[in-house]
């Protein structure tokens, strides 16, 4: 179809914020600045306000940000269109310019659709290494963002990174990703809520303590979780047993570390 190689739109598996443990101000922001533009476009045309058009979501790797992002595809009936920027900016010169505007074409002709920026901030450390060519690659998105000001069709842009302080103002101005949304390290009640979440998903026993569990994981992220959550299973599995137990999840906690540190 001569869109060889480029970003498809999707519908990924479905997720919803039910899906989604803890994270409560990041959820409630998202469902104001991004699924309400889909769910109330007509009374924003009526008030004549100018939705928001993209939100960067900031926070340490595996705390939920590409799940918040699947989520707001899911919970607005969006297409989900996930672009890795260091996947894109791999490109040869010229050629990611045109990925670019193809991603945009996509989103535009699949729309409603949210377009999801993971690892955003490779875009602007492309600008050092290759001076004049990560300069055009990011006007050219600049002029692509821009551009869906004149073609009034849902979609939305969402961001992710590890490195906020990497990312160049030019893209935060109004119009462009003008909300910023953390995503932080659960503390001891989310970490119960996503205990609650992965418990749900798995064959886990029933009189399982996820306090206990929650008190015991200082640090973990959401993803460090399902790593713990995993490893209780395998445990389990070697002991022939059907359902993963409190014993072998301590000892799955052991075994993996926390990815934040916390002072
Ligand atoms: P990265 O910055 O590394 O891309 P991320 O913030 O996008 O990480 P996700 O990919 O969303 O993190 O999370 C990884 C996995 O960890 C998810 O697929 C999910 O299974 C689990 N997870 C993370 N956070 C949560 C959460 N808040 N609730 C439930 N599951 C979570």
Redesign the pocket.
């Known amino acids: 179809s001569g869109l060889q190689n480029s970003a498809m739109a999707e519908k990924p598996d479905p997720v919803y914020w039910k899906?989604?443990?803890?994270?409560v101000a990041a959820k409630n922001a998202l469902e104001e600045s991004a699924v309400w533009i889909y769910k109330h476009a007509d009374a924003y045309k009526r008030l004549g306000i100018r939705p928001s058009k993209g939100v960067l979501l900031f926070?340490p790797?595996?705390?939920?940000?590409?799940?918040?992002a699947k989520a707001v595809a899911t919970e607005s009936s969006a297409n989900f269109l996930p672009v890795s920027i260091p996947d894109l900016i791999k490109g040869e010169v010229g050629e990611s310019e045109k990925a670019v505007s193809r991603i945009f074409q996509t989103a535009i002709r699949c729309s409603p659709c949210v377009i999801f920026l993971?690892e955003l901030e490779a875009i602007f450390s492309s600008r050092d290494t290759t001076g004049d060519v990560g300069r055009k690659l990011i006007s050219q998105f600049l002029i692509e963002i821009d551009h869906l000001d004149k073609v009034d069709k849902s979609v939305i842009l969402l961001g992710?990174t590890?490195h906020p302080e990497s990312i160049d103002n030019s893209i935060l101005r109004p119009g462009r990703l003008d909300r910023l949304v953390y995503?932080g390290a659960?503390n001891l009640e989310e970490r119960v809520q996503?205990l609650q979440?992965?418990r749900n998903k798995t064959k886990v026993h029933p009189d399982i303590n996820l306090e206990e569990i929650a008190s015991k994981t200082e640090g973990y992220?959401?993803?460090d979780?399902?790593a713990v959550i995993r490893k209780a299973g395998l445990l389990s599995l070697k002991q022939n047993l059907l359902q993963i137990t409190q014993e072998n999840i301590l000892k799955a906690i052991e075994s993996v570390s926390p990815s934040v540190i916390v002072e």
């Open positions: 899906d989604i443990g803890g994270l926070g790797p595996g705390t939920g940000k590409t799940l918040l993971d992710a590890n995503v659960p996503i979440v992965l992220t959401g993803a979780l399902q």
